[in-house]
């Protein structure tokens, strides 16, 4: 969807500005944005990168003053095993980083 914070040339400023910031060991999994909301979703294999990823993404142009008020990380639910047994845990931290909600008036 395009909102106040998508300008004219739509989204590809915001995905060029993911593309340019790479991390071994983060990857991204999913990307929205509508009107002034923004959520990058992804994963890691070292939780320790994500604030250096973070940094990182500040630093673009187009992201600058904007503003994140959650960064939500958790251990995924293990994988189902084909025999009934306990399957394995993913090697892996999720995590999701949420826009700020405009304050109600």
Known sequence: KQGSVVSASGFSPYLKALARQVVDGVW?????????????SGRTT?????????LRLGAEEV??????????????????AKDGQPGAV????????????????
Do not use: N
Not at 28 to 40: D, N, P, Q, R
Not at 63 to 76: D, N, V
Not at 93 to 99: G, K, N, V
């Open 46 to 54: 070292k939780p320790g990168l994500v604030p250096d990823y973070i």
């Open 63 to 80: 992201m600058q003053g904007r503003k994140f008020a959650m960064l939500e990380m958790r251990q995924p639910a293990a994988l189902a």
């Open 90 to 105: 993913p090697r892996y931290i999720e995590f999701t980083l949420q826009s700020a909600l405009k304050e109600a008036k």
């Open 28 to 40: 991204l999994t999913g990307f929205s944005a509508a009107g002034s909301e923004m959520a990058i």
